[in-house]
């Protein structure tokens, strides 16, 4: 098995007595100087980023990478998978834009 090396994925495999192989394309996305702030405090601090972040994917105001990017690496590790049997099971998702998820 294959695992975010997240520390949600990693708990939730040993949680269910699984062992994974971590891999690093499978990180959530990495979202620079805004790690650890809800989105409404980025907001509130960074409106217009915000703003371009929400309606651009490509764009990546805080450093990290972009929505884009990180659907393109996510994706690669993917397609890598259909060189095995076709089962994979994936982490959590990552904290999508719009959510009021915390990064």
């Given at each position: 098995m294959v695992v975010s090396p997240g520390v949600r994925c990693?708990?939730?495999a040993g949680a269910l007595g699984l062992e994974g192989t971590e891999a690093a394309e499978l990180a959530g996305l990495d979202v620079g100087r805004r790690g650890g702030r809800t989105l409404d405090e980025v907001a509130v601090a960074e409106?217009?980023?915000?703003?371009?972040?929400?309606?651009?994917?490509?764009c990546a105001p805080h450093g990290g990478e972009s929505v884009r990017d990180a659907c393109v690496r996510v994706g690669r590790r993917l397609d890598a998978l259909r060189e095995t049997d076709g089962r994979a099971r994936l982490g959590p998702p990552m904290d999508a834009p719009g959510t009021g998820v915390g990064f």
């Amino acid at each position: 098995m294959v695992v975010s090396p997240g520390v949600r994925c990693r708990e939730t495999a040993g949680a269910l007595g699984l062992e994974g192989t971590e891999a690093a394309e499978l990180a959530g996305l990495d979202v620079g100087r805004r790690g650890g702030r809800t989105l409404d405090e980025v907001a509130v601090a960074e409106p217009e980023a915000v703003g371009r972040w929400l309606t651009d994917p490509s764009c990546a105001p805080h450093g990290g990478e972009s929505v884009r990017d990180a659907c393109v690496r996510v994706g690669r590790r993917l397609d890598a998978l259909r060189e095995t049997d076709g089962r994979a099971r994936l982490g959590p998702p990552m904290d999508a834009p719009g959510t009021g998820v915390g990064f």
